[in-house]
């Protein structure tokens, strides 16, 4: 059962101009197809409180759905993040489990290190890696 939480429902947007997870070749957000109960969403470049209602709409989207039990989030290609994205990924852990998977660039990880968000998001090397530490 999940956890309440105060996230409001919103329609997915994604970023146009994205050819796929590994030919990505513009900043926003990308929501790969489910992978069983594992959403996996994807970010690329900047994300500030002009830039995030993308994401935003994807981590409530997924939380929204009752057929996903687990959220990856890939920031290995995050440039830079503020406050507003810090609160976006700790939103959605709050109501839901989360990884992030990385690695995670320097400035996002400063962000989180200073925060103290790090002891408390679980942050993994690869996607491989987040796969199997769902599993546990």
Known sequence: MRAACDCSDSVLTVATGVKGY???DSDGVLVLPDEGDTRIIVC???FDMDTLT???AATQEA???EGVRRIIIDVAQVTFADSSMLNALL???RCGCLILVGPVQDQLGRLLELT???TVLTVS???DTARTQLLR
């Open 22 to 24: 590994m030919g990505m």
């Open 44 to 46: 690329r470049g900047d």
């Open 54 to 56: 993308p994401f935003t």
């Open 63 to 65: 939380v929204a759905d």
């Open 91 to 93: 939103t959605t852990h």
């Open 116 to 118: 103290g968000a790090d």
């Open 125 to 127: 090397d690869s996607l």
